[in-house]
């Protein structure tokens, strides 16, 4: 005899159930009762680690809400098979590029998309979706938009509503909210899927939910600005004992001298014992204020000035709402070795190329606000590094070297520099999906990983700030981390953190009682990413050369940072070629000095080139380094003309824009000299600084205002922009700026629509939408 029942779903945390007696002659076996939990998938897209971050964290916290996920990413379609899931999906994909799917998402998107798909396809599928994005750019979440309104059109159904996170103003403010309110989402699918399921069984209608609406969507608010404005910061239970929750990992730390790298540094100061959690829970911790809190002086917080390391009430007498401990999952170990390898031997595979500067000018006047330079590089020997105008490369560049020897030291492994690193998966790890990340090969040496592999300059993540907390000694310290990666502290970890754009070591350095093992900067840190650059030449013009131009970027002094510090890329640029430089207003030395050579890339994928079609007119706008791709396009159609002179060339117009005439104006020479020789029919220059005014705007009277910025020139004219794009299907290149130029162009942009061709706001956006889906309006921008 067999016997089924159906447990009911109480609050959600009870299963089916599934119970067989069986009886046998002269036998009797009686199976014991087991719980199945119910599953769901969670797939991700990720380009740069922030959204399999976000869905491994769902896959661990999964267990605590008696859930069983299963994590894959988007590339490995041989672990999931959506054409037959009957279990909830939750999508979490991040947007790269002008709106691009991440590496990994791209085959998935392209599968998706086939026009051979059945509008029924996906009709059994229940799912939600959170999209990373970022608002400087245009294309805000565009492959999570894209996926979803596919998903929509072959059938699929939403059981929670998309959330739509903005890194240009902090992840958080909606991943959080929208977090929270997953669980209850999944569980009502998962009621709903297990009622349709079960309805035809005899008295299996009693035991579910009586509620079981058809799409489960709760109303979650998404308000981008105000979601923490009057949002309770009191933990739905009372305050954790944070002595129930926490530990002395003193004698622990103290006992264990294998080789292991989490135990190869120096020990946590005397007098103030490392706390470290006994359990890494995946639920948030509700951590109580201190009766006191002084700074490390002993001087009250009320009598100091808020910064990284101190905080004002009311946040320094706040319970706080502490993320979950991640889950550690590798094992690192350091094995000594005879033989030292070269530093950059691992660099070399088949994209990757070597070659030399051959000439470096500085372009911009010694007093400009910023200086911008001028590389050439011969490529003369690498012939797959053939390019077009327009196409974009990266610049392979190490961490500094200051820097490296900072961190060894930090860490206490300065007398293992060159020792191995041996990375392994923890055997009891309870991270899901974990696995060794793949930009850490084996047998490198510890110089290597931290001058290459590790992006040491990355701004720590809140996950990263929780897990520091477990090895920082003084209590002060260790409280203030907490602050920084809790709720109630996100307008200070923006403020102090990720506004000011510190890095891990500045960090390390502000939180001295912290020594975190190198096995925690393994799990945390992203790896080291190339540089993109804009070719700024045309090969046709320039054979075997490359050019492109940049500014050097420099982060100013700030709480955590006592003194400023260039960019990574520009700044090591910078080192390399500062020898040879040739400054403006001075001849070259004949046998200057030899420059050395760097490793670049070219990016595989591009459409930010000039129209095919030699007749089409466009429009270049790209102020101060922005300029750069243009100098390509002008260059290259001043060739065309010469090998083709009988053909009918489009108009072309460029929009450009610096601080002082005499200062910034970058490649004024050729420039000019494409205007008198009608390669370029219009060039339409503004200062932003100063009385300066562009000589040759005769048609700006004085009753008009100087433009200062080229969103006001495309605003002057107007009319033959709105002609250009509109009625003779001509194109639009942005480059530069993300956060404020191509906004205001854009804004601008739509303006002049509404004002040309008399229509309102939204058809003038449409119009504009409209340009970007045929390729005619193209922008190439960076934050």
């Not at 009430?313 to 991640?326: D, F, G, W, Y």
Request: proline fraction near 6%.
């Amino acid at each position: 005899m067999v016997v089924f029942r159906v447990a009911a779903f109480h609050n959600f945390k009870k299963v089916v159930l599934w119970q067989s007696v069986c009886n046998l002659s002269n036998l009797e076996v009686c199976s014991m009762p087991c719980e199945a939990k119910p599953r769901f998938l969670v797939l991700y897209g990720s380009q740069k680690g922030q959204a399999q971050s976000i869905a491994e964290g769902i896959a661990e916290e999964a267990e605590d809400h008696g859930l069983v996920a299963e994590l894959s990413c988007l590339n490995q379609n041989e672990k999931y098979n959506l054409e037959k899931e009957n279990a909830p999906v939750v999508f979490i994909v991040s947007t790269t590029g002008d709106g691009e799917p991440p590496d990994n998402a791209l085959q998935f998107v392209k599968r998706i998309k086939k026009k051979t798909l059945s509008t029924d396809h996906y009709k059994h599928l229940c799912y939600a979706l959170l999209a990373l994005g970022d608002t400087n750019y245009e294309n805000f979440c565009n492959c999570g938009k894209t996926i979803e309104r596919r998903l929509q059109e072959l059938g699929a159904k939403q059981f929670y509503a998309t959330g739509y996170a903005d890194d240009g103003v902090g992840l958080e403010v909606v991943v959080d909210p929208w977090l929270e309110g997953l669980w209850k989402a999944i569980k009502g699918a998962l009621s709903k899927m297990a009622s349709d399921r079960t309805g035809p069984l005899k008295g299996g209608a009693e035991d579910l939910p009586k509620e079981t609406p058809d799409s489960y969507i709760p109303d979650v608010q998404l308000n981008l600005l105000s979601l923490n404005d009057h949002q309770s910061c009191e933990s739905v239970g009372a305050s954790v004992d944070t002595n129930a929750k926490y530990a002395s990992a003193a004698s622990s730390s103290a006992s264990d001298t294998q080789t292991a790298v989490s135990d190869l540094r120096p020990a946590s100061p005397a007098g103030s014992p490392m706390l470290a959690s006994q359990s890494h829970g995946t639920a948030s911790v509700t951590t109580s204020a201190p009766e006191t809190q002084t700074g490390d002086v002993g001087v009250p917080h009320d009598a100091l000035a808020a910064s990284l390391t101190c905080s004002l009430p009311p946040l320094s007498e706040s319970s706080l709402n502490v993320p979950a401990l991640p889950s550690p999952y590798l094992d690192v170990s350091l094995q000594d070795m005879d033989i030292m390898e070269p530093i950059v031997r691992r660099l070399n595979n088949e994209s990757l190329h070597e070659v030399p500067i051959y000439r470096a000018v500085q372009m911009t006047r010694g007093d400009s606000v910023k200086t911008s330079l001028l590389l050439e590089l011969d490529i003369s020997a690498n012939p797959m590094m053939a390019y077009q105008p327009g196409d974009s490369f990266d610049v392979f560049c190490p961490n500094r070297a200051t820097e490296v020897e900072d961190m060894l030291h930090r860490l206490g492994l300065q007398d293992q520099r060159n020792h191995h690193v041996h990375v392994s998966l923890k055997k009891d790890t309870r991270k899901k999906g974990a696995q060794v990340p793949s930009h850490i090969p084996q047998n490198i040496s510890l110089l290597y990983l931290l001058t290459w592999c590790l992006e040491i300059r990355s701004v720590p993540k809140k996950a990263f700030l929780r897990a520091l907390v477990e090895h920082t000694g003084d209590s002060v310290q260790r409280r203030r981390l907490q602050e920084l990666c809790s709720k109630q502290g996100a307008t200070d970890y923006n403020l102090y953190v990720r506004d000011s754009n510190l890095s891990v070591l500045e960090l390390l350095a502000a939180f001295p009682s912290c020594w975190p093992p190198l096995s925690l900067l393994i799990e945390h840190l992203p790896k080291l990413q190339p540089r993109p650059y804009s070719a700024a030449s045309s090969c046709l013009k320039h054979p075997g050369k490359l050019h492109f131009v940049f500014n050097v970027v420099e982060f100013p002094a700030c709480s955590g940072r006592p003194a400023g510090r260039r960019g990574l890329c520009t700044g090591w640029l910078f080192d390399l070629i500062n020898p040879g430089l040739v400054f403006p207003g001075k001849p070259e030395c004949a046998g200057s000095r030899a420059l050395p050579k760097i490793h670049v890339s070219l990016r595989p994928y591009c459409s930010f080139r000039p129209p095919s079609d030699l007749s089409v007119p466009f429009i270049m706008v790209g102020p101060g380094t922005g300029v750069a791709p243009f100098i390509g396009f002008l260059q290259q159609r001043e060739k065309e003309r010469q090998e083709n002179p009988e053909a009918v060339f489009g108009e072309t117009w460029l929009f450009f824009g610096c601080r002082h005439r005499d200062r910034d104006y970058l490649f004024r020479e050729e420039l000019e000299g494409f205007v008198s020789s009608g390669i370029l029919n219009h060039l339409k220059v503004c200062f932003s600084r100063g009385d300066e005014q562009e000589q040759g705007e005769k048609e700006i009277t004085t009753s008009v205002a100087r433009p200062r910025y080229v969103q006001h020139n495309l605003l002057l004219n107007s009319q033959y922009i709105t002609e250009i794009l509109l009625r003779q299907n001509g194109c639009l290149y942005v480059c530069g700026d993300a956060k404020n130029m191509a906004k205001d162009v854009n804004d601008t942009l739509i303006e002049m629509i509404k004002t040309e061709l008399q229509v309102d706001q939204l058809e003038a956006m449409k119009r504009l939408a409209g340009l970007r889906e045929e390729k005619r309006y193209l922008q190439d921008i960076w934050g």
